[in-house]
């Protein structure tokens, strides 16, 4: 019963590839998150969901565009994919009522080839 | 701009030998500070959410402190399954709950 799931696990493609990572979680929280984790292992947030409304964007790149269909999912669609995209990527849900606790799920390793 | 340094970035300890992990945060208003356990190949899993200055929590061989400048990880006679990165992460007053996470303390326990 994984709280926070997301596919794949691995990912490997060539540069000016699209593709989506999905994520999904079980925790009936109403706040969902993407983290990337580069090389250096430095785990920094990238975009914020709260019952599927946009309410963090790092300065990230409009090649990569989440989408949150419904509370329980968040999906990261980058387009033109490039070297430096390469990391791995973290999907993570918190609420309120749990105290804010965030729980992440196990992590997507992209690859640019 | 909140921040958060984890010192040091690595250290190796022999089973039974007891040492403390360090965490030092600026923050505009702290919502709470949070201690994950990294294993490789896998997410950061919670240990402790600490929220004010003289706060203590415990998990079996750890112990997690604040006060209002940092927080320390202390590990008591750890054991080889206690090797893993420790992050430390900050999370501000205000309407975002994002964490900004430090870059984190490999510790390696060796038998």
């Known amino acids: 019963d994984t709280a926070v799931s997301q596919t794949p696990k691995y990912l490997v493609t060539q540069m000016g590839n699209d593709k989506s990572i999905k994520c999904e979680q079980n925790?009936?929280?109403?706040?969902m998150y993407w983290y990337k984790q580069d090389s250096k292992k430095f785990l920094k947030i990238m975009f914020s969901?709260?019952?599927?409304?946009?309410?963090i964007n790092e300065t990230v790149p409009n090649r990569f565009s989440p989408k949150s269909p419904d509370k329980a999912h968040l999906n990261l669609h980058i387009n033109s994919l490039e070297l430096g995209d390469s990391a791995v990527y973290f999907c993570a849900s918190s609420s309120r009522r749990s105290g804010n606790t965030i729980y992440f799920g196990e992590g997507s390793w992209l690859t640019v080839v | 701009e909140d921040q958060v340094t984890q010192s040091p970035e690595a250290l190796r300890l022999q089973e039974g030998e007891s040492s403390s992990l360090n965490c030092s945060y600026t923050v505009s208003g702290l919502r709470g500070l949070f201690w994950y356990r990294q294993d490789p190949g896998k997410g950061p899993e919670f240990l402790f959410t600490?929220?004010?200055a003289g706060e203590e929590k415990e998990k079996e061989r750890l112990k997690a402190t604040l006060t209002k400048k940092e927080s320390f990880l202390h590990i008591t006679a750890p054991k080889p399954e206690d090797s893993a990165t420790y992050l430390c992460a900050v999370q501000a007053q205000g309407g975002s709950e994002k964490l900004v996470f430090g870059k984190g303390t490999k510790l390696t326990v060796n038998p």
């Open positions: 925790l009936g929280h109403d706040t």
């Open positions: 600490l929220y004010s």
């Open positions: 969901y709260n019952n599927k409304e946009l309410i």
